[in-house]
């Protein structure tokens, strides 16, 4: 049999847009998906894991009638003979695979149908700082029903969570609008419902988007003649006569201090439209029966500015906002932003079983929450390392196998030095890469006299950082303790450096 | 603009070869792999997540020189407008993206390297009953040392995490064979150290796993002239003389009682073979440090009949079986088999490198631990429903979520019923689709009271099923509590359920 040719060295690199997750980062992410799974199985949501593939028929946007499939989404043709087989796809989020699901095993499944899901999606988008094509999401839907009350219940969940993993009330603020509420009141503004509404709620919708950079004034020109840009470049205006612009502009602040005055202005702005006002009736009943569960207005909020997500929901919509300051690398002050959106969504099963099913749900962004935990200090990214058991004979390395053995059983992390033993600098600076706590070392004279050493790591390092030699010989920070002692040293000092 | 032409329905199907996992299927395995990591975190391994998409080359199996690199694998070509785009492909195990990594990043992380992974694979493989094409692994390695104490810290975690699921001593039992003893022993039967010796030491695996169905007979008869099977078929034979193939059954029957005498059986078999007697002095090593730390004979044996994994790995070999018998649907007991494997590989990262960095790890079998627990009865598959409230009045939305929130705030998992309020019984069933163990009543007569009713499923369940009308009438299900004590009654239920 003739040899393969040599290959050359394959290439050791994450694949473009993809990275990996090390220590605490991986199990940081997985206790705040555990604490926010908790929250919502109290709520009575059951927990749902579908395949990471689907088929892009049943994955939608995304038809196997082209050449490549695959723009979005990561997709491939099964193998087949005849080169017929399946176009599947990686899925692009957790609601598309919600929504087979559920027209798959719905005489099986409660209706409403309360799931959760989490875990990661993929993106075959372009790359970028911090965007990866690989993310987790965590979402909570539920299906079967039209009622508020669902509504409601997410946007309490929602908030429940944010509490929950860390982020206290003041520190976020859920903010709820709806979709019916703008699309009256540009039915109200003019005679028929024409196709041109769509687009028309299209644009006035990108227009709000740009409030934070043009103010009122350019708000305003946006959405009539037009206006010019700092560059002098003439951005094309929607031609609203002014009195329509400002009645938009009316809607977009409709904000108040609280809920019933922010609905009496919303009432004023949709007019006589039925649209609308069943738009401003959903609003009510959500603050309504979040008021009785004893939500405040700090904590969930009416907010017409909230326009993101409008285009795509089509009742109401929600999104939750960390309000407090962070300070990037130039010590400038910023905003959080967005960790968290949903809203309901009516059309998303009829695709598979012709019945429209409606639905409302959340998405909650975890790695954006961890990272501002993280920049609030609340969580440390880096954790304390295990106990490492240096090995000052290698001989006797059942010894040592002895002692992490009875660290272990006590709960303490411990490992003893794995690598070659011939250099104790390595060893201690192995402990020093795995951020241990402490070292302990039983060389042959430890041994004959019945003790260990213990080192305290970590107060060896601020020792030698910043102490005096006077402090240093007060404090020291390596022990000699009978091995029979062992244990409950190295707890001891474990205890004093929390 | 055209309108689009109509697509037909797409099929709501999990795709094939892949399924759907619902409520404790999906938290019971969190719930494993939370415990599992746990342990490995206390042995000092660190957590690592790689993402599920690998450059076909940094896979390795799979070359993307051939037109569709995707045999068994799930690959797809990058787009670029050349069509010289890489080749990417999911992963279908934990440890080719660990030698990915390493190599990556070695110079930051710690040598040696224990590191974690768990998370699905997927292998592009023709589906069959039970197997998948998406499934969980768990896997530990520690990655950058020869010392075969890295391996008895291996089989000592393996032992213990099987402990911690709830697979008691007794019942499961790691055991230990090196690839090195069978290859000395082959070697020392054979003058040269020719190519031959690669293809006899596979003919051996493949015989010695057929012991079972032949017994000592047919496999000798296997491993010389050769033998007919019970179809008259004759099966080529490996043409050892008799003396050779007795040595091999010598060796494949070496485990003794203990430990100790294995060892000696083993050192007569290899002979003056030199790889022979590394290969018996790593296990005696293994041994030795496994006793320091306690485990029994009963936990972790060398047991040269272990021959799955032996053509693969370079050294040695573990795998845990669960000792138990299980039954099947028609009451014959059977062994429940491996749930986790594992061995030393010392060229994985060579690929990347050149260098060779010795490694050794283990893989549980996630799944088929949870169903092994399942059998034996240890955790059930059916876990209780949430508390659902009965909505009597539609209008009165906001009292039965107040009720929720004050059982979810007392820890309950509690939910209100969203669908359609009109029919009563549709509630009741809705609740015994959830497997809720309380329904909670409050109708317009019991608000002018200032009572609710709460209702014990479980307990109704049972009386409906067995009572008599004397019993039914002596242990009511329906209490009528004042408002205020809901949620203390509602617990004072639970609490007798358990």
């Known amino acids: 049999m003739a ?5 050359p060295r394959p290439k ?6 993809f990275r990996d997750y090390f220590g605490e980062e991986v199990t940081q992410r997985t206790e705040m998906l555990r604490t926010i799974a908790g929250v919502y199985h109290r709520y009575g949501f059951d927990a749902l894991e579908s395949s990471a593939v689907e088929t892009v028929e ?26 017929k087989g399946d176009w599947m796809a990686l899925r692009y989020d957790l609601t598309a695979p919600l929504a087979r699901v559920y027209a798959q095993h719905r005489n099986d ?81 003019f005679s028929s419902e024409s196709d041109a ?10 227009t709000a988007d740009k409030f934070d950079k043009v103010g009122v004034e350019g ?70 029966l979040l008021k009785a569960q004893g939500y405040g207005g700090d904590q969930i909020s009416i907010d017409p500015s909230v326009v993101r997500g409008l285009g795509y929901y089509t009742g109401p919509v929600y999104e939750a906002e960390l309000t407090f300051d962070i300070f990037d690398e130039k010590g400038r002050k910023r905003q959080f932003g967005s960790v968290a959106g949903g809203g309901r969504y009516d059309d998303l099963v009829k695709r598979f ?30 954790a ?39 250099n104790f600098g390595n060893q201690l600076k192995y402990a020093d890469k795995r951020n241990s706590p402490i070292a302990v070392i039983e060389g042959g004279d430890e041994k004959a006299n019945g003790i260990v050493q213990i080192k305290d790591l970590i107060l060896g390092a601020k020792i030698a950082e910043s102490a005096t030699l006077e402090e240093w010989k007060e404090r020291p920070s390596q022990f000699e303790v009978p091995r029979g002692d062992l244990v409950a040293k190295v707890r001891e000092i474990l205890d004093n450096q929390d």
């Open 109 to 189: 499944l409660p209706t409403p149908y309360r799931r959760y899901a989490m875990g990661p999606v993929w993106r075959n988008e372009k790359p970028g700082p911090g965007r990866y094509r690989q993310f987790y999401q965590c979402d909570a839907d539920t299906v079967g029903t039209a009622s508020m009350a669902a509504d409601a219940e997410i946007c309490a969940m929602l908030s429940d969570t944010l509490e929950t993993v860390g982020i206290p009330r003041g520190d976020y603020l859920v903010r709820v609008n709806n979709r019916k509420v703008l699309n009256g009141l540009v039915k109200d503004m």
């Open 384 to 422: 304390k390392g295990p106990v490492v058991v240096t090995v000052m004979d290698r001989d006797r390395m059942a010894d040592y196998q002895a002692m992490v053995a009875e660290l272990r059983n006590a709960g303490i992390r411990a490992e003893v030095y794995l690598g070659n033993p011939k």
């Open 12 to 17: 050791a690199v994450t694949p473009k847009g």
């Open 219 to 288: 708000v305003k020109q946006l959405l009539t003649k037009g206006r010019e840009d700092a560059s002098g470049a003439f951005i094309e205006g929607l031609y609203l006569t002014s009195l329509q612009a400002d009645r938009v502009i009316e809607f977009l602040l409709a904000k108040a201090d609280t809920d019933e005055e922010t609905l009496r202005n919303l009432r004023a702005v949709v007019g006589g439209s039925p649209e609308g006002s069943e738009g401003v009736a959903e609003l009510e009943s959500i603050s309504e």
């Open 353 to 382: 079983t012709g019945q429209e099913v409606p639905a409302t749900g959340v998405s909650i962004g975890v790695d954006r929450l961890l990272a501002a935990l993280r920049e609030k200090g609340r969580i440390s990214a880096q």
């Open 58 to 83: 049943a994955l939608g946007k995304f038809l196997p009638d082209v050449d490549r499939p695959n723009e979005g989404v990561f997709a491939w043709q099964e193998f087949d003979e005849n080169d």
């Open 197 to 206: 509404s769509e687009e028309l709620v299209a644009g006035i919708l990108r």
């Open 3 to 7: 040899k393969p040719k040599k290959q």
